[in-house]
Structures are given as structure tokens and as C-alpha cells.
């Protein structure tokens, strides 16, 4: 069978007050991808039985397979069988075996069951019961006017393990797919969403197989590429052909494959040269530092940090000179490079990376908020320093600092 279209439903009012984040549908499309079975559409409902019943009875217009997760406890609201019962008119039964688990579980516990307990246990007449074994609800799949519905837990570690050892079984060998699907996202910063788009548009414009989607982040953009082949192999290296043409456009921008950060591209690519770096940072206040160190194995390639908050600690730890402070101020080129400089030096580093400036509310030294300037420099002297102007709140000036920081010197160690 080809062209299957999946959906996925995630019901419970938790979701929609983002107590708690979707990350079911993320893990369960990721695993139909492998299969090759495309999924149109996402939903979320909160625990209501009417909106749980209309968003059923859309998903049964335009889907082939239904799956949803959540609504299958004990308590009231806890509403899936009822909705999907007012879709199909299914008569239910309690599973026995399943009744008895939970039975079990509660003498095992010396608690006392209470009766709605039981509600776990009801399956539809002519339900493939998928077992649970790490909690207490059994899921299921039902045929239903040549729809699969299946149905498991919300509790993510509960929906993994039945749908690894049981849903992907039954779906490999009903819904055997003639083409796979193999994805690979490219890491991009220094570069917008719309220039990049535009260095690339003619590819985007014809794209067949594989598709490309940007994908703006909060710092930086991605590239989305997806192949449909009939084996992994020849999906990979359709993959390996695009993400080569693309990067012999914009590869100057390019620091990483799918879910690398670009910290973790700088420190890893520090380890490889065998340098090490120290920071010097003003208003970012170790931020740049914290960044660093939060990469397993950063140690090889961070010396430390001398945040110099103050003026004095400018001048009496970094040796900013008081000739450079009085004549061009904290906020400047010069503040910058020197601290970039005496930074390498004191703390015996290979780079220097300094960043001074104003992250708000108010300005500082006549520049007005979000005036940065980030300072690198090496053994030889002076590197660059980069004159920045960031919007947003103080706290966003800091981040877009440090980012920038990163792409400044990812751009210095790929030259």
C-alpha cells in the first residue's frame, strides 16, 4: 500500500495550557518517517468529549491511520473511548488479562483499587490489544471502516515501549511501504532566512526529491532536507548530492549537520586545531563562558573567563589601559581589542574573545542599548573587532552577543 497518510492526536487540556510539551507527536513522526508513512496533520484537544469527537470525526474523513495518545486513565476526564465510541458505535468489554494486571498491581502495592480503575481495561469488540508493560492501561488498534485507529497512553515512556514493540510491527507488515523516508537538517548562522533563501531559490523552486524547507531559529537558520527512496542507501545519497550543491553556494555559513549546536561545533573544532580559548566579557557577565562549558569535553579547549564587569577590574585585572578608557570610553573598538588581547595573554590561551557593551535598561557612555563590541584576537595581536547593534530586551542583547560571539569566531577557525 502507498500513499498511507497518518495522523497524529494528542488529547488532554495539560497540552493546550503548555503544562506539559507535545513531544509524542515529535517522537511518533519521527518513527513513522523510518517507515515511510507520511503524516498530514497534528491535532491537539483538550479533554472534552464533544471536541474530542468532532476532531475524530475529521481525522476519519482524511486520514488512514489514526493515532492517539492520551485519554485512556482511570478518571473522568479521561475520555478517548467514549469519543471514539460516539465515532463508531463499537460495543466495549473489559480485557480480562488486562483487568487482572491491574489488579495485581494494586495488591502488590497493598492499596486498595477504587472501581473507576476498571475503566483501564475496556477495549472495542474486535480491538488488537497492545499490552503495556511499564504502566497499567492497555492500548489498542481497531479497524474501522478501512481506517486504523491506534490507540496508546500519553505517558511518554508508556507510548515508546508499546509502540516500538508493538505498534511498528504491526505497521512494517500491514502498511509495507515502497519507498522509505530519510531527512537531514543543515546548520546555518551569519546568514538570514531570507538571503539564504534567496542564494538558493532555484533550487528551492524545483525541488522534487529531496524537498528543501528553511526553518528560521531563534539564532540562526536550518535547512530541512527530506529524500523518499526505495532503500536507505539511495535516500541518503540523494541527500549527500543536495547538501553538497547547497553548500557549494553558502558553505561559508554551513557549521553543522542536524542537531549540533554551534558551541558544540566551536569547541570540537578548537579540539581539533588544539587550541584553547579564554573570554574577557563586560555585560554579557560569563555567559559566553557558561555557553562554552555546558559542551561534554570543553575543558580541552577553555582556558577561563575574566568577567570585568567594572571598570576597575578592566583596568586592574586585564590591563585595559586608563589612556584607552578615558579617551574612547568602556563601550569601544579599543576597550575591546585589549581586552581580547590581555585576555589570551593572562590566561595563556591560544584566542582571545572579548565582549563589551550595553545591554540596557539605559545607555552607557552616549551608545545607546545594544551597542556591542566583540573583540578577537591571538598570540600575533589583534584578530577583528566587530561593531553589533542588537534589539530586543536586555537580556536578549546579552544573548544575540554571545551568539554572535560564536559565529565571529566559527568564521575565524573555518579560514
Same mark, same amino acid.
Given at each position: 500500500m502507498t500513499g498511507t497518510k497518518a495522523e497524529i492526536i494528542a488529547v488532554g487540556t495539560e497540552l493546550l495550557l503548555g503544562q506539559i510539551a507535545n513531544t509524542n507527536a515529535q517522537w511518533i513522526s519521527k518513527q513513522l518517517a523510518e517507515l515511510g508513512i507520511d503524516v498530514h496533520h497534528h491535532e491537539v484537544v483538550g479533554d472534552n468529549l464533544g471536541r474530542v469527537e468532532a476532531v475524530f470525526q475529521l481525522a476519519s474523513q482524511r486520514s488512514d491511520i489514526i493515532i492517539v495518545t492520551g485519554g485512556l486513565g482511570p478518571t473522568?476526564?479521561?475520555?478517548?473511548?467514549?469519543?471514539?465510541?460516539?465515532?463508531?458505535?463499537?460495543?466495549?468489554?473489559?480485557?480480562?488479562?488486562?483487568?487482572?494486571?491491574?489488579?495485581?498491581?494494586?495488591?502488590?502495592?497493598?492499596?486498595?483499587? $477504587?472501581?473507576?480503575?476498571?475503566?483501564?481495561?475496556?477495549?472495542?469488540?474486535?480491538?488488537?490489544?497492545?499490552?503495556n508493560n511499564v504502566g497499567m492501561a492497555p492500548g489498542m488498534i481497531v479497524s474501522h471502516h478501512q481506517k486504523t485507529w491506534i490507540f496508546m497512553p500519553g505517558v511518554p515512556k508508556e507510548m515508546k515501549a508499546m509502540f516500538s514493540d508493538n505498534v511498528v510491527p504491526y505497521l512494517k507488515e500491514k502498511f509495507e511501504q515502497?519507498?522509505?523516508?530519510?531527512?537531514?537538517?543543515?546548520?546555518?548562522?551569519?546568514?538570514?532566512?531570507?538571503?539564504?533563501?534567496?542564494?538558493?531559490?532555484?533550487?528551492?523552486?524545483k525541488q522534487k526529491n529531496p524537498t528543501i524547507a528553511p526553518l528560521a531559529q531563534e539564532y540562526g537558520v536550518t535547512l530541512r532536507l527530506t529524500a523518499k527512496e526505495k532503500t536507505k542507501e539511495k535516500a541518503e545519497q540523494l541527500l549527500t548530492n543536495m547538501k553538497a550543491t547547497i553548500l557549494d553556494r553558502v558553505g561559508e555559513y554551513y557549521y553543522g549537520d542536524n542537531a549540533i549546536s554551534l558551541e558544540e561545533k566551536?569547541?570540537?573544532?578548537?579540539?581539533?586545531?588544539?587550541?584553547?580559548?579564554?573570554?574577557?566579557?563586560?555585560?554579557?557577565?560569563?555567559?559566553?563562558?557558561?555557553?562554552? $562549558?555546558?559542551?561534554?569535553?570543553?575543558?580541552?579547549?577553555?582556558?577561563?573567563s575574566v568577567v570585568s564587569y567594572d571598570p576597575i577590574v578592566k583596568r586592574e585585572i586585564l590591563h585595559v589601559s586608563e589612556k584607552t578608557?578615558?579617551?574612547?570610553? $568602556?563601550?569601544?573598538?579599543?576597550c575591546a581589542s585589549e581586552m581580547a588581547a590581555n585576555a589570551a595573554k593572562l590566561l595563556q590561551a591560544d584566542i582571545g574573545i572579548s565582549f563589551t557593551g550595553v545591554a540596557g535598561p539605559d545607555s552607557l557612555e552616549g551608545n545607546p542599548v545594544g551597542t556591542v563590541f566583540i573583540g578577537l584576537a591571538n598570540s600575533k595581536g589583534i584578530i577583528k573587532v566587530e561593531e553589533c547593534h542588537f534589539a530586543g530586551s536586555r537580556q536578549d542583547v546579552r544573548n544575540k552577543s554571545v551568539k554572535k560571539g560564536l559565529e565571529i569566531l566559527m568564521k575565524y577557525l573555518n579560514a
Amino acid at each position: 500500500m502507498t500513499g498511507t497518510k497518518a495522523e497524529i492526536i494528542a488529547v488532554g487540556t495539560e497540552l493546550l495550557l503548555g503544562q506539559i510539551a507535545n513531544t509524542n507527536a515529535q517522537w511518533i513522526s519521527k518513527q513513522l518517517a523510518e517507515l515511510g508513512i507520511d503524516v498530514h496533520h497534528h491535532e491537539v484537544v483538550g479533554d472534552n468529549l464533544g471536541r474530542v469527537e468532532a476532531v475524530f470525526q475529521l481525522a476519519s474523513q482524511r486520514s488512514d491511520i489514526i493515532i492517539v495518545t492520551g485519554g485512556l486513565g482511570p478518571t473522568d476526564d479521561d475520555l478517548t473511548r467514549e469519543a471514539f465510541q460516539l465515532v463508531s458505535g463499537l460495543e466495549m468489554h473489559e480485557h480480562k488479562p488486562s483487568m487482572d494486571k491491574i489488579v495485581a498491581y494494586f495488591q502488590k502495592q497493598a492499596r486498595t483499587m $477504587t472501581p473507576n480503575n476498571r475503566k483501564q481495561a475496556r477495549i472495542f469488540k474486535g480491538a488488537e490489544v497492545l499490552p503495556n508493560n511499564v504502566g497499567m492501561a492497555p492500548g489498542m488498534i481497531v479497524s474501522h471502516h478501512q481506517k486504523t485507529w491506534i490507540f496508546m497512553p500519553g505517558v511518554p515512556k508508556e507510548m515508546k515501549a508499546m509502540f516500538s514493540d508493538n505498534v511498528v510491527p504491526y505497521l512494517k507488515e500491514k502498511f509495507e511501504q515502497k519507498n522509505i523516508i530519510r531527512s537531514l537538517v543543515l546548520n546555518f548562522s551569519g546568514i538570514g532566512e531570507s538571503q539564504l533563501e534567496h542564494e538558493l531559490i532555484d533550487l528551492i523552486r524545483k525541488q522534487k526529491n529531496p524537498t528543501i524547507a528553511p526553518l528560521a531559529q531563534e539564532y540562526g537558520v536550518t535547512l530541512r532536507l527530506t529524500a523518499k527512496e526505495k532503500t536507505k542507501e539511495k535516500a541518503e545519497q540523494l541527500l549527500t548530492n543536495m547538501k553538497a550543491t547547497i553548500l557549494d553556494r553558502v558553505g561559508e555559513y554551513y557549521y553543522g549537520d542536524n542537531a549540533i549546536s554551534l558551541e558544540e561545533k566551536v569547541v570540537s573544532t578548537l579540539k581539533e586545531k588544539k587550541w584553547r580559548i579564554a573570554s574577557a566579557e563586560s555585560l554579557t557577565g560569563g555567559m559566553f563562558a557558561e555557553t562554552i $562549558t555546558s559542551v561534554a569535553g570543553s575543558s580541552a579547549a577553555f582556558r577561563g573567563s575574566v568577567v570585568s564587569y567594572d571598570p576597575i577590574v578592566k583596568r586592574e585585572i586585564l590591563h585595559v589601559s586608563e589612556k584607552t578608557i578615558k579617551q574612547f570610553g $568602556t563601550v569601544s573598538k579599543s576597550c575591546a581589542s585589549e581586552m581580547a588581547a590581555n585576555a589570551a595573554k593572562l590566561l595563556q590561551a591560544d584566542i582571545g574573545i572579548s565582549f563589551t557593551g550595553v545591554a540596557g535598561p539605559d545607555s552607557l557612555e552616549g551608545n545607546p542599548v545594544g551597542t556591542v563590541f566583540i573583540g578577537l584576537a591571538n598570540s600575533k595581536g589583534i584578530i577583528k573587532v566587530e561593531e553589533c547593534h542588537f534589539a530586543g530586551s536586555r537580556q536578549d542583547v546579552r544573548n544575540k552577543s554571545v551568539k554572535k560571539g560564536l559565529e565571529i569566531l566559527m568564521k575565524y577557525l573555518n579560514a
